[in-house]
């Protein structure tokens, strides 16, 4: 007699997920757009897996929403775009290594450029294609990351002009600190910016779009838009919050209204009653005052749950707050359900999002963490399935 088969749902092998609501993404491009409208373009940023989210199926839905420009980190990724069918315009904020010319050019990519070899690349490799390649600009206003010093922009504005193959489409630069709204820094980079465009266009170059705006400088601002502006963590429904200078949290308010695009959910796959004094999870760091209700999650540290919301964070079960007891461990993490009315095997958890009346958020993590919410949208790692919804 045959054993009869065994049938898996391999969509539920280990039950933690995340849902991208493709609804709050589009909301809040759309926010954004009639925010800057008609001062500015936006461009939206979809780098590092649209920071956690999921790059292609986030910039699917923001090119059917009207999004003509999506920022990227590297060529690579705005490959990966291109195959996916994404038709836009797609942005190398931090240029291109040596070697991908010819996929830059391939792929209609338009590169961030500040080093004379970036020219000499990328006019080589226009040349043998017989191409036009728009390229962006990209000048150091005071951050020392990225960029050409302001000594050595004429002559490299010298240099652009002299390759056939390459038109200075845009100007670029990247603030530091746009969310301390007092920070001596921002007025001093936006002259040191003004002072490069002025340089480039005497130079005799005629870029047509100049940004250095990121999510806080759309928000509060609006001298910064420039024709160009490109959000990042606003479109995924968070912002940084508005400092002084000296750490404090600004009165000036600019409340936006967007809506978190990511939630992460798990299940409770184990319950276990334990007595007064039980010590918990690895090295005994949490010690029970009582006697409690413990649930098992099946998610940890490898998911990208941070190990620094041991005995601080809290989830939600059934509606109800539950808090992590004892240190995350790399693939699951323990929580007090003793007040959660019926809780049971296979209960819906919500690590990030909303249950009943009740919201938990990335910013929340952030600030428990002591880091910030690009950390940990960024840090939710690949195991984690993404659910579009």
Known sequence: MSTPALTIDKTNLRPTWAEVSLANLRHNFRLLQDYVHPAATVCAVVKAHAYGHGSIECARALEQEGAKWFGVTSTDEGVALREAGIRGRILLMTGFWRGDEEAVLEHDLTPAVWHWEHVDRLEYAAAEMQRKLPVHLKVDTGMARLGVDSDELPLLVEVLKKAEHLAVEGVCSHFASSEVLDSPTVEAQMKGFDAAVTAVI????????????????????????????????????????FTNLDGSRSEDSYDMPVKPVLSWKTRIFAL??????????????????????????????????????????RVLVRGEYAPIVGNVSMDITLVDVTAVPAVDLGDEVVILGMSGEHSITAAEHALLAKTIPYEILCGISKRVPRRYV
């Open 272 to 313: 276990r009653d334990v007595e007064a004094g039980q010590a918990i999870g690895y090295g005994g760091a949490y010690v029970a005052s009582g006697a409690a209700r413990i649930a098992a999650l099946p998610v940890g540290y490898a998911d990208g749950l941070s190990r620094k919301l041991s005995s601080r964070g």
């Open 202 to 241: 005497q130079g005799g170059l005629s870029p047509a779009y100049f940004h250095i705006a990121n999510s806080a400088a759309v928000l509060a601002r609006r001298n910064t838009w420039m024709n160009f502006v490109r959000p990042g963590l606003a479109l995924y429904g968070y912002y940084l919050p």
